[in-house]
């Protein structure tokens, strides 16, 4: 019987080594699906929603921790906000530091469908040079696997 890797240790099937470069560039831009909004108003995650405000097909943007589950059928989309000053986030507010050089995502049960796709490992994104899994595969494209 072969032994699972540690927790939060890369594989062959996920690779990604949790420096958090990913979630630190491009975790202001954070645009979730309305499923998965649709689950954190499921489960009351307020501590999520309030980071997010929905642009409605008529009037103004919402708070999402307004929305109700039957108002998600005519929202055009979604987009991260400072819940403090109503602007642009410019980190992503829940991406947790563990460690020196090791990040965790504080919602990984539910992060956005956006998060859970993102692989640079897989589609060989050669301006992620920085990428310690990447840089691994020699920038070279997983896909198709």
Same mark, same amino acid.
């Given at each position: 019987?072969?032994? %699972?890797?540690?927790?939060? %240790?890369?594989?062959?099937?996920?690779?990604?080594?949790?420096? #958090?470069?990913?979630?630190?560039?491009?975790?202001? #831009?954070?645009?979730?699906?309305?499923?998965?909004?649709?689950?954190?108003?499921?489960?009351?995650?307020?501590?999520?929603?309030?980071?997010?405000?929905?642009?409605?097909?008529?009037?103004?943007?919402?708070?999402?921790?307004?929305?109700?589950?039957?108002?998600?059928?005519?929202?055009? %989309?979604?987009?991260?906000?400072?819940?403090?000053?109503?602007?642009?986030?410019?980190?992503?507010?829940?991406?947790?530091?563990?460690?020196?050089?090791?990040?965790?995502?504080?919602?990984?049960?539910?992060?956005?469908?956006?998060?859970?796709?993102?692989?640079?490992?897989?589609?060989?994104?050669?301006?992620?040079?920085?990428?310690?899994?990447?840089?691994?595969?020699?920038?070279?494209?997983?896909?198709?696997?």
């Amino acid at each position: 019987m072969t032994e %699972s890797p540690p927790e939060g %240790s890369p594989s062959d099937d996920e690779p990604c080594e949790q420096c #958090g470069l990913c979630c630190r560039i491009f975790g202001p #831009g954070i645009t979730p699906t309305v499923p998965n909004v649709y689950v954190w108003i499921e489960q009351g995650r307020i501590d999520i929603l309030k980071w997010f405000v929905a642009f409605m097909e008529r009037g103004d943007p919402v708070p999402c921790t307004r929305l109700k589950k039957e108002d998600l059928g005519i929202v055009v %989309s979604f987009e991260m906000r400072n819940t403090e000053t109503g602007e642009y986030a410019t980190v992503c507010p829940f991406l947790r530091r563990v460690a020196k050089t090791r990040y965790l995502c504080g919602i990984h049960t539910v992060k956005p469908d956006m998060c859970w796709n993102y692989q640079p490992w897989v589609w060989g994104e050669t301006y992620f040079n920085r990428c310690p899994s990447l840089r691994r595969t020699g920038g070279k494209c997983r896909w198709p696997l």
